[in-house]
């Protein structure tokens, strides 16, 4: 919608609660990256649900809707300080049972942030995946955390960079085996993906679990923005 909408018009007011004590523990490096994808992702419901950006200031948004259906199908808890959208919809109970949902969740990226299509199986134990924030060390890509014990498989990592001189991004995906609840990977990378990495601009990793169909468990998705590698 490209233009204030008129007649009966529902206004939205959103900002991301405690703010200046999340920039104070992050940091302005590090809160700036939360800032850009919390607007982001604001900005990617917006334009999905026909609404209209009327100004935004800081972490601040005033969004403006034709129907208050519209703006409730908006919401959506969004968690800026764990990097967390949280979108809820309703199964079946047979699909639920059966594990046999698949969500598909698409961003289009912008001019701060990459696209980026994940899969994820629904279902009704949640998964309860926690990562660390991988990193590039000596070569190696590292990343840990931990899952519902029940959660079988692997957790899968990825490393997204784009290399210099390039536009596409280039993604590499790794499996770390998920034992008791537990997940843990150390990959070498090769000399050429280390020089890749050091010249690209922005680097970044998801740690996906695609979900149990066997056990009921849903999928999770977690996207981190890494530090600069020399």
Not at 29 to 56: P, Y
Not at 90 to 106: C, D, F, H, I, N
Not at 145 to 171: C, H, M, N, W
């Amino acid at each position: 919608m490209s233009h204030l909408p008129t007649g009966t018009i529902t206004f939205l007011f959103s900002d991301i609660e405690g703010s200046t004590a999340m920039a104070d523990r992050l940091g302005d490096k590090r809160f700036m990256d939360v800032l850009r994808e919390h607007n982001a992702i604001i900005r990617e419901q917006v334009k999905a649900h026909g609404g209209f950006e009327v100004k935004s200031e800081g972490d601040g948004f005033m969004v403006a809707f034709q129907s208050a259906g519209k703006t409730t199908r908006f919401s959506a808890p969004i968690n800026a300080a764990k990097g967390e959208l949280r979108i809820s919809r309703a199964l079946t109970p047979g699909q639920a049972r059966a594990g046999s949902g698949t969500v598909t969740l698409t961003y289009k990226g912008d001019s701060d942030t990459r696209p980026y299509t994940v899969k994820l199986l629904a279902a009704a134990k949640a998964a309860s995946l926690k990562a660390v924030r991988p990193s590039v060390v000596k070569g190696h890509l590292r990343a840990n955390g931990s899952i519902g014990k029940r959660a079988r498989g692997s957790v899968q990592v990825q490393l997204r960079f784009v290399p210099a001189g390039q536009t596409q991004a280039r993604t590499l995906s790794f499996k770390a085996r998920i034992a008791k609840g537990r997940f843990r990977l150390d990959q070498r990378l090769s000399d050429a993906v280390m020089r890749d990495v050091a010249t690209s601009g922005a680097v970044s990793s998801y740690v996906l679990f695609a979900g149990d169909k066997r056990g009921g468990m849903a999928g999770q998705s977690s996207f981190f923005e890494l530090p600069a590698v020399s």
